[in-house]
């Protein structure tokens, strides 16, 4: 059984930082890609970041890119969003998903439905 559990969400204002953790357990961490999601109150579920199996690749959707950092320590099971410089737009619930097919090479990181594991979610408001 896969299982994702995200942690770090909160309240801050604008212009603050936030480091969301996602700790993986259930299949071998390290052989599949990691991505982060966010939803906001009545908008669809939209692609935030991407990291491949390696760590090598990275990905960031247009918004966040410059801001954001995702990374991955292997050893620990673990994927982090490092959040940066915050909007007030950036508020949603955020969800780490892991990618399916191990050691995916490609570059098709942005659609949700690649991904066959998903966390619980984790709330992010940022204030103005």
């Known amino acids: 059984q896969v299982q994702l559990v995200e942690s770090g969400g909160g309240l801050v204002q604008a212009g603050g930082s936030l480091r969301l953790s996602c700790a993986a357990s259930?299949?071998?961490?390290?052989?599949?890609?990691m991505g982060w999601f966010r939803q906001a109150p009545g908008k669809e579920r939209e692609f935030v970041a991407a990291i491949s199996w390696s760590g090598s690749s990275t990905y960031y959707a247009d918004s966040v890119k410059g801001r954001f950092t995702i990374s991955r320590d292997n050893a620990k099971n673990t994927v982090y969003l490092q959040m940066n410089s915050l909007k007030p737009e950036d508020t949603a619930a955020y969800y780490c998903?892991?990618?399916?097919?191990?050691?995916?090479?490609?570059?098709?990181?942005?659609?949700?439905?690649?991904?066959?594991?998903w966390g619980q979610g984790t709330q992010v408001t940022v204030s103005s």
């Open positions: 998903a892991s990618r399916g097919g191990p050691y995916y090479s490609g570059r098709d990181y942005r659609d949700r439905r690649r991904y066959d594991y």
């Open positions: 259930g299949r071998t961490f390290s052989r599949y890609a």
